[in-house]
């Protein structure tokens, strides 16, 4: 799945607008690689669905 982050949300490693791989949705979090290259959990809100 992608996901375009919304933004508006506190974080320095997520582009507002950016299209973002879903690696895995885990305990009803996104699972995603950031800017820095890391994965990490992030809430589904902070995301609109882009492809599924």
């Known amino acids: 799945m992608k996901a375009r982050f919304l ?3 506190q974080t320095i490693s997520l582009d507002t607008g ?3 791989g879903v690696m895995d949705v885990e305990s009803g979090f996104y699972r995603v690689h ?3 290259r890391e994965d990490y ?3 589904p809100k ?3 669905v882009a492809e599924s």
């Open 41 to 43: 959990l992030f809430p």
């Open 34 to 36: 950031d800017e820095t």
């Open 18 to 20: 950016k299209v973002y």
């Open 46 to 48: 902070w995301f609109e």
């Open 7 to 9: 933004g508006g949300f």
